[in-house]
C-alpha cells in the first residue's frame, strides 16, 4: 500500500537531500567496514541513547497527537548505523532541534530490526515488518506523519542540527503546503543554500 502523500513536501525533501553537503546514508554492507571494536561500541551507545529524548511507542504518539496540535516524527535507525548514532549524539541532543521537536512533534524511535511489536493506525507489526511496509531502506530515516495517521513525507541520510531544526519547524507549521524549502529558509531563519 502506498500511503506518501505526493505533495510538494517530498519535491522539498529531495531538494534538500541534494543540497546539503553532510548529510550522508549508511547501508548496511557499507557498517561492515567498522572495524569489530568501533561496531560494538556503536551498538551498545544505541542501547544507551545519549540522545536524551523522550521517545514513546508509535500507537501512544498516534493518541497523544489526536488530543494535541502536534504530528508524529519516526526515527528510523539500526543498531548497527554510524549516522544515527551521530544523530543521536549531534543533531537530538542541540536546545533548537530539541524544542520545535518537542513544540511540534510527538517523537517515535523504530529499530529496523527489531522483532518488538508496534501498532500503526490500529495494525500490528513486527518494527522489522513495519520498516519494510514503510520502504525503510537507509538509515537513519525520519517519518513525517499528520493526526490522521498518514506519512507526509520522508527524509533519509544525517542531518546536522542547522538542517534539521529548521526542517522541523517547517513541517511542524505545515508551511511545506505553502513555499519551498529555501524559500522558507531564507524567510524565517535567514539562511541561504548555495547551489
Not at 81 to 106: D, G
Not at 139 to 149: A, E, L, Q, R
Amino acid at each position: 500500500m502506498h500511503f506518501i502523500k505526493k505533495t510538494g513536501i517530498q519535491l522539498l525533501l529531495l531538494i534538500l537531500l541534494a543540497s546539503t553537503a553532510s548529510c550522508a546514508q549508511e547501508t548496511k554492507s557499507n557498517a561492515t567496514n567498522l572495524d569489530a571494536k568501533e561496531e560494538e561500541s556503536v551498538e551498545s551507545e544505541a542501547v544507551n541513547d545519549p540522545s536524551g529524548i523522550e521517545w514513546v511507542s508509535l500507537a501512544e504518539a498516534q493518541t497523544q497527537v489526536k488530543e494535541s496540535n502536534k504530528m508524529v516524527l519516526i526515527f528510523g535507525y539500526a543498531d548497527w548505523c554510524p549516522y544515527c548514532m551521530q544523530m543521536r549524539k549531534e543533531t537530538y541532543t542541540n536546545e533548537n532541534v530539541r524544542e520545535r521537536l518537542y513544540k511540534y512533534f510527538i517523537p517515535v524511535q523504530l529499530d529496523a530490526e527489531s522483532e518488538e511489536e508496534l501498532v500503526f493506525n490500529g495494525e500490528t507489526f513486527k518494527s522489522w515488518e513495519f520498516a519494510q511496509f514503510v520502504q525503510l531502506a537507509s538509515f537513519p530515516t525520519h517519518y513525517f506523519i499528520n493526526k490522521d495517521g498518514e506519512i507526509i513525507g520522508a527524509q533519509p541520510g544525517f542531518l546536522p542540527s542547522d538542517v534539521f531544526g529548521p526542517l522541523l519547524s517547517y513541517i511542524g507549521t505545515e508551511k511545506f503546503g505553502e513555499i519551498g524549502f529555501e524559500e522558507y529558509l531564507k524567510e524565517t531563519e535567514n539562511v541561504v543554500i548555495e547551489q
